[in-house]
């Protein structure tokens, strides 16, 4: 065989090897390829789920008694049935979430001790805006605003918007595990303050297109101002070819300490999801987007309460009821897990129409009911609200318990003859974490 004939060979074997190497190569990095997984959501407008979960309480209510704490048996079940459509975010992170949803059904059985309550989403605010926050998921009615019962209602554990945040910022193999960002357990727990977290998720195996993922974590925090400990795991779906998360079992175990303006809780609450394309996605009108603006207002957020003796006011959020009997009612507020002001309301006796209380008389019931406390009274304001209510307004400052104090006292008057009183109390140092809630609290007011 000639010289010419051997090179010809050899560059022939060459490149065949290097073929067959090149195509081994190719088919380890597909079967390589075949078990890794990206699990992401992505926003689309075209896609809106349905929704339905039922979520379980049970546990401790813990009532402060003098040195100790009175327990009470809570026993709890919700039922939730909405439709979705999830849209882009305002921000990165926790702000990147926002979707709207329409409630079918917002329901809750709760039994403490020997007293049931049934609580109910109202039709009128069953469209809801969510909006994520490092904090935890905020949700406004579309049509109006929610009362307090309405909000603790609809702020369920395992939200489904809330899940898709577990899920990994890169590709993952069967077996990978990763660390949850801060920001996307604080949100899924909605704890307001968080001094130490940690959770963690797993791809525990795929069975055809569908992917479990494991997790688990602990936090400890505080929640309207009282501290708590948190405890969560369970289990979730991902579908690998649809690209969303499918189900959720979720346990979270909860021990929180009585706070200003709660009680204290020792609860397991267990969380069953199934998601789902919705079969009426209809009920998402075309113009989401407009109805959940990027951020919402002040007035958005605003809640809106009704006394038993059918006077109703717009509060912030931060309030919170205290107590309340048939009379009266007492709210605190609290702002960023500190108690900062306490509001007092109550009903005074009816007057003839076009009659209220006189401006002297209030004045002089404000130095007597504040004694020795009362350093400095300011001039009464007078002022009248578009739907006719009368408003005084008088300022006081003094001592109380040795701490210096400023006392903000309104009257409201009705057309018809209705009065209803407020007394801010506020320790003078804290009057500008207070801002202007009294004045948009009064200037809502309303006499059914």
């Known amino acids: 065989m000639s010289y010419l004939a051997l090179h010809r060979r050899f560059v022939f074997v060459t490149l065949m090897a290097t073929l067959l190497f090149q195509l081994e190569a190719f088919r380890l990095n597909v079967l390589l390829a075949a078990d890794t997984y990206r699990l992401e959501e992505t926003v689309s407008n075209a896609d809106i789920f ?26 709890a079940k919700a039922q939730v049935k909405f439709v979705e459509q999830r849209l882009e975010g305002a921000g990165r992170d926790a702000r990147a979430f926002r979707s709207l949803r329409q409630y079918g059904k917002c329901e809750a059985q709760i039994n403490v001790s020997d007293n049931q309550i049934k609580s109910v989403l109202r039709p009128e605010r069953s469209k809801v805006a969510v909006h994520g926050y490092r904090q935890g998921l905020k949700r406004v009615a579309v049509e109006g605003p929610l009362t307090r019962n309405e909000l603790d209602l609809l702020e369920t554990p395992g939200d489904s918007l809330a899940i898709t945040a577990l899920l990994p910022g890169e590709s993952v193999e069967v077996g990978d595990s990763w660390s949850v960002p801060d920001w996307a357990f604080q949100m899924l727990t909605a704890t307001e303050a968080v001094l130490k977290s940690k959770m963690s998720c797993t791809l525990d195996r795929v069975e055809g297109n569908v992917a479990h993922i494991s997790f688990k974590g602990d936090l400890e925090g505080a929640t309207g101002g009282s501290p708590c400990t948190v405890q969560i795991q369970g289990e979730f779906t991902f579908l690998t070819d649809l690209k969303y998360v499918k189900s959720l079992k979720l346990t979270q175990k909860e021990d929180r300490s009585a706070g200003p303006v709660s009680a204290g809780l020792k609860v397991t609450a267990t969380v069953d ?18 109805l959940v603006p990027v951020q919402p207002t002040v007035e958005e957020l605003a809640l809106e309460l009704k006394t038993p003796w059918n006077f109703t006011f717009k509060h912030s959020r931060n309030w919170h009821v205290f107590q309340q009997t048939v009379s009266s009612t007492t709210l605190r507020y609290i702002e960023d897990g500190n108690f900062v002001a306490q509001c007092d ?36 304001k007078e002022d009248k609200l578009e739907n006719g209510v009368t408003t005084y307004q008088v300022n006081a400052t003094g001592t109380a318990r040795d701490l210096d104090m400023t006392w903000i006292y309104y009257l409201t008057a009705s057309p018809k003859g209705n009065q209803t009183s407020f007394v801010y109390s506020v320790e003078s140092k ?7 809630e009294d004045e948009r609290m009064i200037q809502s007011v309303e006499f059914k």
Do not use: C, W
């Open 345 to 380: 309301l109550m009903k005074l006796s009816d007057v003839l129409p076009g009659r209220h209380v006189a401006a002297k008389q209030f004045q002089a019931d404000i130095r007597s009911s504040l004694g020795g406390q009362l350093t400095e009274l300011s001039e009464l």
């Open 430 to 436: 804290l009057l500008p974490d207070l801002g202007q």
């Open 50 to 75: 349905g929704v339905d979960s039922t979520i379980t309480i049970k546990g401790e209510l813990l009532t402060p008694q003098q040195d100790t704490a009175l327990s009470h048996t809570l026993d």
């Open 273 to 290: 999801l199934e998601r789902y394309p919705a079969v009426n996605p209809d009920v998402i009108p075309a113009n989401a987007d407009e």
